[in-house]
């Protein structure tokens, strides 16, 4: 995932918080800067198999959201 996330977010300024995999799906919380965010989530977007369900400015709200997601 790291290395994924690396290549599609060059240049942009991010950090990997959490990543679980799960049986069919790995679920991750990446930490995007408030001026990258909108095209680093159009960037993610564009991958195959990869879709944002939640953001905020508080990882412990995103982690709330991503459980009440599951």
């Not at 990869?50 to 995103?62: D, H, N, P």
Request: aromatic fraction near 6%; glycine fraction near 6%; avoid cysteine.
């Amino acid at each position: 995932m790291n290395k994924l996330l690396g290549e599609k977010l060059e240049g942009l300024e991010w950090k990997l918080f959490d990543s679980e995999k799960q049986s069919k799906r790995t679920l991750s919380i990446i930490k995007i800067t408030l001026s990258d965010y909108p095209q680093a989530l159009t960037k993610l977007n564009e991958i195959p198999g990869i879709e944002t369900i939640a953001s905020s400015g508080k990882i412990r709200l995103v982690r709330e959201r991503v459980k009440s997601y599951l």
